[in-house]
Nanobody, 124 residues
Framework: QVQLVESGGGLVQAGGSLRLSCAASGRTFSSSGMGWFRQAPGKEREFVAA????????TYADSVKGRFTISRDNAKNTVYLQMNSLKPEDTAVYYCACRSGAYYVAVRNGYDYWGQGTQVTVSS
């Protein structure tokens, strides 16, 4: 079993920045691919970014490429999402996810464990 706890969400003006954190416990975090997803009201949960077990390989949704950066610190069992140049359309609940495999995937059903989510609101 894996427990994931997100933090760092909040209200920010357009053009601002936030850094989300996801603290993991319960299994070997350092051998797991990790991902961030988001869900806006009335919309499906969508992929944002993912990272492999070592942190050496990452992938991003086109909508956030160049603005968001995913990273991880295996010594702290934590994965991060640095979000810059935020836009109102980035407003959503952001979820951290963990998969049993070491490499990343960009689809929701590739992940086995989910956090409770953290709200990000970007005002115009």
């Amino acid at each position: 079993q894996v427990q994931l706890v997100e933090s760092g969400g909040g209200l920010v003006q357009a053009g601002g920045s936030l850094r989300l954190s996801c603290a993991a416990s319960g299994r070997t975090f350092s051998s797991s691919g990790m991902g961030w997803f988001r869900q806006a009201p009335g919309k499906e949960r969508e992929f944002v970014a993912a990272i492999d077990w070592s942190g050496s390989s990452t992938t991003y949704a086109d909508s956030v490429k160049g603005r968001f950066t995913i990273s991880r610190d295996n010594a702290k069992n934590t994965v991060y999402l640095q979000m810059n140049s935020l836009k109102p359309e980035d407003t959503a609940v952001y979820y951290c996810a963990c998969r049993s495999g070491a490499y990343y995937v960009a689809v929701r059903n590739g992940y086995d464990y989910w956090g409770q989510g953290t709200q990000v609101t970007v005002s115009s």
